[in-house]
């Protein structure tokens, strides 16, 4: 063996056994994890059967898929920007508040409908009346057929005599959640909701003015 080769073998060995301690530690660390580390936290309940929160998440999703269809409808048979961006809005709000809602309720472990009334959650469980308006606020079968059927400054002030009706409903159901609702996912996204739809009414007033009609 030549001296260089002697000189060089110390080191070899010596970074050989650097090499396996680093390998070592990294091991217990994945085998011990850190006892600094903070602890996950314990998994949320999920809300009772007969909770607000439950019965707010079920109710306001067919709410908002009323709202959701209305603005689809209006979008299609004018041509006005300004009621065509508020549809717009509404659609793209109101779905992904639905699409929350629904996910939740899974995540839950809750049926995505109530056999029973709607509106039980709030103490007066509403009986539908069979003409398409489950809750209050809702437009019937016949209202949603003449929208359809209207075209220009008809369908817009149609829509918007129907939005405020159903945003007023709407917003009564959200506030009477943020109050009574026990989980922060619901008491946030219903105080969300009242204010959306109040500024959304108020908006609506005013384009209902320049057309010559109320709500």
């Known amino acids: 063996m030549t001296p260089a080769a002697r000189a060089s073998r110390p080191m070899v ?8 301690l680093a390998l070592g530690l990294v091991v217990l660390m994945l085998v ?12 949320t309940a999920a809300p009772a059967e007969t909770s607000a929160d439950v019965g707010f998440a079920r109710d306001m999703a067919v709410h908002h898929q009323q709202a959701v269809e209305m603005s689809f409808i209006v979008r299609d048979r004018t041509s006005d920007v300004a009621v065509r961006r508020l549809a717009y809005d509404i659609i793209n709000t109101q779905a992904n508040q639905r699409g929350m809602m629904l996910g939740w309720l899974e995540a839950w472990g809750r049926a995505k ?6 509106m039980t959650w709030m103490g007066h469980p509403v009986t539908p009346r069979g003409d398409g308006a489950l809750m209050p606020g809702m437009a ?19 829509f918007l005599k129907l939005m405020t009706a159903h ?17 922060d996912e ?9 204010l ?3 500024s959304e009414i ?10 010559g009609a109320t709500a």
């Open 32 to 43: 011990r994890p850190s006892s600094s580390a903070p602890a996950s936290p314990a998994p």
């Open 113 to 118: 409908s109530s056999p029973g009334p709607p």
């Open 196 to 198: 959306g739809q109040q």
């Open 13 to 20: 060995l010596a970074g050989g056994a650097v090499l396996l």
């Open 186 to 194: 619901i008491r946030n996204l219903a105080s969300g909701m009242v």
């Open 167 to 183: 945003h007023r409903a709407g917003a009564e159901m959200a506030q009477a959640a943020a109050t009574a609702a026990g989980t």
């Open 202 to 211: 108020a908006l609506m007033a005013d384009m209902l003015k320049e057309r």
């Open 140 to 158: 019937t079968d016949a209202e949603l057929a003449a929208l359809r059927a209207d075209r220009g400054g008809n369908a817009e002030v149609r």
